[in-house]
């Protein structure tokens, strides 16, 4: 069985899977659902817990509407420590986290080897915590679950929208993408940077850039996939590492949007 370890345990969440399932369930607790229906994507910020946990909680909050309704998750996020040109999808049958092995769907993998921009690159998945920082929050709300993960580099909004329209359109598939906001300005700065590109996102904006998301890529396919054009937008949450456990000078923005 090959499987890809868990590489940020013990850095942007803990380790321990006790301590793990206590932390998740008092962010999920702390969170209530902001739409009544179950939504087929999800946009949630990826970084350490006590920084966007919080905010990330208020999307998984929403799939304990229904969480026996969801069977796989196209996790898609970007690639921040490998230089990809395209889209990395990974060769392993599992990914690892404290609280146990999520198994992939190979099939799904397959079949996205053949879409323009794919390829297969292990060393891109291997120590990146964009998707990894997801899984335990999926892992304590939904039941069963295969995982269909993808990193994105320099993909155009077509390549990334030719992966969503593949994988997404069923009941049972459930689309996260990862993505923080603005990053290293000031409190006010990243504030009214942030309000901005939140309103962009809930105008199906497809142009974004890497200043305003740094999953501006993932974020631009998903509102460029024919799959998505049917959808409700809704601002689940938005603040920025300030409001969190950091300080004012120099932020990190994150927000939470449901699609349903």
Request: charged share 20%; with cysteine.
């Amino acid at each position: 069985m090959n499987t890809r370890a868990a590489a940020v345990a013990g850095y942007f969440y803990d380790a321990n899977p006790n301590q793990l399932r206590h932390d998740v369930s008092q962010l999920l607790r702390a969170e209530s659902a902001a739409i009544d229906t179950l939504p087929e994507a999800l946009i949630v910020p990826h970084a350490g817990y006590i920084y966007s946990g919080s905010t990330a909680a208020s999307a998984f909050k929403c799939l304990e509407i229904d969480p026996d309704q969801v069977k796989r998750v196209l996790l898609i996020g970007p690639a921040h420590r490998v230089l990809v040109e395209g889209m990395a999808i990974p060769s392993a049958d599992c990914f690892a986290t404290p609280f146990g092995d999520i198994e992939l769907d190979r099939d799904a993998l397959a079949r996205l080897r053949d879409l323009p921009g794919v390829c297969v690159m292990d060393e891109a998945h291997r120590q990146e915590h964009s998707l990894e920082v997801q899984l335990p929050f999926l892992q304590a709300v939904l039941h069963e679950f295969t995982l269909v993960p993808v990193l994105v580099g320099g993909a155009t909004p077509t390549m990334v929208a030719g992966v969503v329209d593949a994988i997404a359109g069923d009941p049972h598939t459930l689309v996260v993408i990862s993505s923080d906001l603005s990053h290293f300005l000031d409190y006010d700065a990243a504030r009214a940077k942030d309000a901005k590109t939140c309103q962009l996102i809930q105008n199906r904006a497809t142009t974004l850039s890497g200043s305003q998301a740094c999953g501006a890529a993932a974020i631009n396919g998903l509102m460029a996939s024919r799959w998505s054009k049917d959808l409700q937008i809704s601002l689940l949450k938005a603040c920025n590492s300030g409001d969190t456990a950091g300080p004012k000078d120099r932020v990190v923005g994150y927000a939470a949007f449901a699609l349903y």
